[in-house]
T-cell receptor, first 119, second 114 residues
Framework: AQTVTQSQPEMSVQEAETVTLSCTYDTSESDYYLFWYKQPPSRQMILVIRQEAYKQQNATENRFSVNFQKAAKSFSLKISDSQLGDAAMYFCAYIPAYAGGTSYGKLTFGQGTILTVHP | DAGVTQSPTHLIKTRGQQVTLRCSPISGHKSVSWYQQVLGQGPQFIFQYYEKEERGRGNFPDRFSARQFPNYSSELNVNALLLGDSALYLC?????????????FGPGTRLTVL
């Protein structure tokens, strides 16, 4: 079974500084997708970034970038120039490229990392 | 364009009752997935529906059921509520049902079972 592990329950960063959130996953699949979602206190889960496993290039979205290490099954999120609005729970999620059986649409999430941004 | 919408926002029920939660996907999206998020944990997959058919099912008891309507909106039903069903229920919509179709989440329905 696929599992996603976020080993940092909480992280904090000063405004304008850089922070990295860690995520590891376990899968026997070779093709899959990885995501970082952000969930602020308002509860709405917002997509931050998406990585396709077959692409070697790390995905970037403005101040957000990932370090995807396929062999190590590691997928960390770097937030540059942190802003107060970045404060939220961050979830790493995984889905195999080819789901089978009853697993269609099944995103597997980690436990989340609470990010605090200090002014 | 409107995002995924869910109703109601909050709901309080007592043990043994039944509840229906509603979700409207992003316009043009044909797939809806449901997740349960217990406080302090990551969401757990319950169902995926595509074109009114169940395509995926997570490890939840038969008390949980869902359906999708011709306009692609969806309902999640939970019967015989238990205290442990208290959670945030998230709906996500996607263009299709494949893994390449990114899921976009709604604001959720907070269910409290007393």
């Amino acid at each position: 079974a696929q599992t996603v592990t976020q080993s940092q329950p909480e992280m904090s960063v000063q405004e304008a500084e850089t922070v990295t959130l860690s995520c590891t996953y376990d899968t026997s699949e070779s093709d899959y997708y990885l995501f970082w979602y952000k969930q602020p206190p308002s509860r709405q889960m917002i997509l931050v970034i998406r990585q396709e496993a077959y692409k070697q290039q790390n995905a970037t979205e403005n101040r957000f970038s990932v370090n995807f290490q396929k062999a190590a099954k590691s997928f960390s999120l770097k937030i540059s120039d942190s802003q107060l609005g970045d404060a939220a729970m961050y979830f790493c999620a995984y889905i195999p490229a080819y789901a089978g059986g009853t697993s269609y649409g099944k995103l597997t999430f980690g436990q989340g990392t609470i990010l605090t941004v200090h002014p | 364009d409107a995002g995924v919408t869910q109703s109601p926002t909050h709901l309080i029920k007592t043990r043994g009752q039944q509840v229906t939660l509603r979700c409207s996907p992003i316009s043009g999206h044909k797939s809806v997935s449901w997740y349960q998020q217990v406080l302090g944990q990551g969401p757990q997959f319950i169902f995926q529906y595509y074109e009114k058919e169940e395509r995926g099912r997570g490890n939840f008891p038969d008390r949980f059921s869902a359906r999708q309507f011709p306009n692609y909106s969806s309902e999640l039903n939970v019967n015989a509520l238990l205290l442990g069903d208290s959670a945030l229920y998230l709906c996500a919509s996607s263009l299709g049902a494949t893994s390449t179709d990114t899921q976009y989440f709604g604001p959720g329905t907070r269910l409290t079972v007393l």
